[in-house]
């Protein structure tokens, strides 16, 4: 994002066009290379390793978090085959895959209430 901030007014001050195609080159390589491919291959690795240790003690909490890891891996193939950032949804199966993918948020929420949970039981012993 910080890149993009820096890299994006001159072009858009500029208004020529080459700046408006360096702009949308640029526009595309962040959105769809970085932020749609390159991220959600780092996180769909880190939900299945995480999961994968988890899943014995949390079975509910790992599976969720392996259908994730899933989702994010198989989003970072669809934006790196199609060109297409997560945002844009052509298709139903797009829509399955980036649904999946979602998956983290109620992950993420559920994993922070088990750590609650447990810091309030360990405080009461």
């Not at 970085?34 to 909490?61: A, D, M, Q, Y």
Request: hydrophobic share 50%; aromatic share 10%; proline share 5%.
């Amino acid at each position: 994002g910080a890149t993009f901030a820096t890299v994006a007014p001159p072009l858009i001050d500029d208004g020529s066009d080459a700046a408006r195609v360096t702009f949308g080159a640029f526009a595309t390589f962040v959105t769809v290379t970085i932020w749609s491919t390159l991220e959600s291959i780092f996180l769909g690795v880190w939900l299945l390793g995480i999961n994968r240790l988890v899943r014995p003690e949390r079975t509910g909490l790992g599976t969720l978090g392996l259908v994730a890891g899933i989702g994010a891996l198989l989003s970072a193939v669809r934006s790196g085959l199609t060109g297409q950032s997560v945002a844009d949804l052509p298709g139903p199966i797009d829509m399955v895959v980036v649904g999946l993918l979602g998956l983290y948020v109620p992950w993420f929420a559920w994993l922070g209430f088990q750590l609650l949970r447990e810091s309030r039981n360990a405080g009461a012993n």
